[in-house]
Structures are given as C-alpha cells and as structure tokens.
C-alpha cells in the first residue's frame, strides 16, 4: 500500500516547494525560477496553494496538474478556433491516454 509518506520527490518539485515557501515567508525577490531562464509561475501557484492548504507533497503537486490542464485545454482552444477539429480531438485523446502527463506533472 501506498501512502502519502511513501511518495518521493524531484529536485525541480523539492526547490518549487522551498520556494513556494520563501514567498510566503519573505515574497517575490527575483523575476525569474532558481536560474535565469526558469519562470516563477508554478511557484506562484505552488504558494497560493500553500496558503490556502498548507505546504504538502500533495498540495506541491495539484498546482502541476492544474497547470498541466490549463495548457491541454488551452491547445484544444486553439485548435477548435482554428476549425481544426479532428485535430483537436485526436490531440485531446492522445493526451488522455497519458494518465502521467495529468498525475505526474514533474
């Protein structure tokens, strides 16, 4: 049986959640991730999570899958807008077979 405690985490997942932290604790002090070309955006998110849940592996982790279907649903978007709708279907089931992509968002 799997249990919270049992999941590990990815160096990237660890220094979003540290970070998360940072923010609440001392905000923003950088436009940019723990390098120069890295975004704060999941970060951001990560630390309106925190706040409002409390830091968990879990709750780092619900702002990936977020994340990752605001970006499906915003290609599909596109597509359909586009009239590319078989595209846009084929996309969103190629994607729907990849339970990784959506629960795994590392």
Not at 39 to 65: D, W
């Amino acid at each position: 049986m799997c249990t919270i405690s049992h999941i590990g985490l990815h160096g990237d997942e660890a220094w979003f959640g540290l970070k998360a932290n940072e923010y609440l604790q001392t905000g923003i002090d950088q436009p940019y991730g723990m390098n120069y070309y890295t975004g704060i955006l999941q970060t951001m998110v990560n630390a309106f999570v925190f706040k409002l849940n409390g830091p968990g592996i879990v709750e780092m982790r619900i702002s990936g899958v977020i994340m990752n279907m605001i970006s499906l649903v915003m290609i599909a978007w596109f597509l359909i807008r586009r009239t590319e709708y078989k595209i846009a279907v084929v996309f969103m089931l190629l994607m729907a077979q990849s339970g990784l992509y959506l629960i795994y968002p590392k």
